[in-house]
């Protein structure tokens, strides 16, 4: 390998960019004790910076940099990860909107944080220095990096608890783990991806290891995210994402007294009664046409879906009538789709046949109409040979009423995410064949 220069320097490791007898080029992250620890808290760090870059290795996520190549024996130990183009941390230096696209670039992060999770790993520095910027074809895209202080559930730790959180990092860690890494749960990288938030929407200087509380479009979503108390949290990267896409600052503002009460609820704390449920679902039916009825139904998160269909059925399936009418004839933002998909499946795991059929055409509409890979596959999957025979005969005569509407999205569903008609239930399939 030959070396071209630093590109950057930590407490136990050193970042170059070299490149390969091919003129290939990667970076290298290479063990390094430049901060002279005792011999024992170098060994231990070692081992560590070897076991993280295995794990690091055996992560396969568009979202997470993948190691390409390690020597993890001798003094020196170190891997190869691709060269990216930008951090996330430099990025915001020159536009903090990211070119109005921020709500991609949180999808990124949030995706990677999901994997980790779902694995009980947590990364514990999530930073946006750690957060690098990749080029795929003609689009850009951000990954998870920098995995020094990553650990899986129930890890034993050293002395790196106290001492391996560079001083920098501080200003995005969660309180709980500042002295004690030990502590770390999806709910620390949680606050973390508050802070970067923040960074991002904030309206004027926070404290480092506090809650944020300010005023503005984001306030409960930053809150959210930086709760003092874990527990209080977002119970999942999801749900911050949910939460976050509800949000439309260019939303105009609600005009109906009845409105802007029933946006209160949605907004406050804790589960809403049935009474105020039913008033909702009744608005949002009577006022669909109108841009109160449409904002409403945007601010509706995945939790208040969940809480609807737990707590009174009936109201669910009227709402998810009115909900997939709304989706299949709206247009969204490209970032939205995927937030407004985990609703609709929310809405079919608990509604009637004929609510369920409703927000399966949305899904597909809204998937191939928006190209929304995500959204196209949750369709194909929740209509493979598994769905029930009664909801597959009811879709198939929906298919059959939108004939040459269904036809030219499952086309395009087809050539879209590289699936063939034949991967939906039998009777589907053969509905397909028959109107197509």
Known sequence: M?????????????????????????????????????EEMVSNVRKRFIREAKMQQGLRHRNIVPVVGENLEGDKPYYLMPVALSSLGDDLDKDRTCGGNFISVISDIVAALEELHSLDIYHRDL?????????????????????????QKDSTLSKLTT???????????????TADLRRASAQSDIYSLGCILHDIVGQKDRVPCQEIKEDGDYAQVLLGCTRTDPARRFKSVRAFLDALISIDPKAPA????????????????????????SRFVEFVEDNLASEDGKSLLRKLSLERIEELCGQAPDNAGRLAVVYAEWVASSGFNFDACDGIADRLSALISSVPITAKVECLMALLLMGTS??????????????????????????????????????????????????SRTSLHPLLAHTLGEIC
């Open 254 to 277: 609600l005009q109906n007294d009845q409105a802007k009460e029933l946006a209160e609820h949605l907004e406050k704390p804790g589960p809403m009664t049935p009474a105020i449920w």
């Open 127 to 151: 930073k946006p220095h750690n957060i690098l910027r990749f080029q795929e074809g003609d689009s850009q895209f951000y990954a998870v990096s920098d995995f020094g202080l990553i650990s």
């Open 370 to 419: 928006h190209n929304r890979w995500y959204v196209e596959r949750m369709f194909v999957s929740l209509c493979s040979a598994d769905l029930d025979e009664p909801v597959a005969k009811r879709l198939a005569i929906e298919f059959r009423a939108s004939d040459e509407k269904v036809c030219r999205a499952v086309s395009h569903l087809e050539r879209s995410i590289h699936v």
């Open 163 to 177: 001492t391996g959180m560079a001083k920098g990092s501080d200003y995005y860690t969660a309180p709980e783990i």
């Open 2 to 38: 030959k070396l071209v220069k630093q590109l950057g320097a930590g407490g136990f490791g050193v970042v170059d960019l070299v490149t390969d007898d091919k003129g290939m080029p990667f970076a290298r992250k290479t063990f390094s004790n430049s901060q002279n620890f005792s």
